[in-house]
């Protein structure tokens, strides 16, 4: 199982990135995903949610109408667009992989975004 995250960065406040999330060793549609952020000192928490067929999201207060998650089951990808971002939002991004009754949950290593002037 992998989960290989990229296009983390710095960028100024106000600005967007684009998180993705390739995912292999696993079917990779069958299983609900996230993607978390770390801040220094702080806890993990959750950020986004989509469903195995991506019809259904959620979303953390502090991201709703700014951060979208998506998915593309046919390239095994998951994807966190972030804009108007904020100093704020600065913090290690994982994806995760949800477990299931049978399966054990998976992270990714984690990508730095750094919002910053």
């Known amino acids: 199982v992998q989960l290989v995250e990229s296009g983390g960065g710095l960028v100024q406040p106000g600005g967007s990135l684009r998180l993705s999330c390739a995912a292999s060793g696993f079917t990779f549609r069958s299983y609900v995903m996230s993607w978390y952020r770390q801040a220094p000192g702080k806890e993990r928490e959750l950020v986004a949610t989509?469903?195995?067929?991506?019809?259904?999201?959620n979303y953390a207060d502090s991201v709703k109408g700014r951060f979208t998650i998506s998915r593309d089951n046919a390239k095994n990808t998951v994807y966190l667009q972030m804009n108007s971002l904020k100093p704020e939002d600065t913090a290690v991004y994982y994806c995760?992989?949800?477990?299931?009754?049978?399966?054990?949950?998976?992270w990714g290593q984690g990508t730095q975004v750094t919002v910053s002037s």
């Open positions: 989509i469903t195995r067929t991506g019809i259904s999201t």
């Open positions: 995760h992989r949800r477990p299931t009754s049978l399966v054990a949950g998976y």
